[in-house]
C-alpha cells in the first residue's frame, strides 16, 4: 500500500516562498505522474500541478511563472516550489501519485496559508 508523506506546509505573508515535498517511500520511478492538487472548503479539488514520468510539466493558469514542479527519483520525492504566494493561494495541498490502473494514492494534505 502506497503511503505519501507530505511536509512543507504553514502560514506565509504574500509575496513570500514555500516548497512542499512529497515522498513516497516505495519510489516514485515508473509512475504515469506526480502531482499537486490544492482544496479550498466548499470547492472542487483542483490540479496545480503536474510532472510526468519523462518530466512534462503542467501548471494551471493561476500560478504559471510562480511555482515550479521537480521530482529527484532517487529519494522518490516530488517538490513544488511556491514563489511570490497569494492570499488566494491558501488552501489545503494534497500530492496525487498515478500509475493507474495499478496504483493511485492520495498524501494527507498540507496546510498553505497566505495573509495579506
Known amino acids: 500500500q502506497v503511503q505519501l508523506v507530505e511536509s512543507g506546509g504553514g502560514l506565509v505573508q504574500a509575496g513570500k516562498s514555500l516548497t512542499l515535498s512529497c515522498t513516497n517511500p516505495?519510489?516514485?520511478?515508473?509512475?504515469?505522474?506526480m502531482n499537486w492538487y490544492r482544496q479550498v472548503p466548499g470547492k472542487q479539488r483542483e490540479l496545480v500541478a503536474s510532472i510526468s514520468g519523462s518530466d512534462d510539466t503542467y501548471y494551471t493558469d493561476a500560478v504559471k511563472g510562480r511555482f515550479t514542479i521537480s521530482k529527484d527519483e532517487r529519494k522518490g520525492t516530488v517538490y513544488l516550489q511556491m514563489n511570490n504566494l497569494k492570499p488566494e493561494d491558501t488552501a489545503t495541498y494534497y500530492c496525487?501519485?498515478?500509475?493507474?490502473?495499478?496504483?493511485?494514492?492520495w498524501g494527507q494534505g498540507t496546510q498553505v496559508t497566505v495573509s495579506s
Open positions: 496525487y501519485l498515478d500509475q493507474s490502473p495499478y496504483i493511485v494514492a
Open positions: 516505495g519510489g516514485i520511478a515508473g509512475v504515469n505522474s
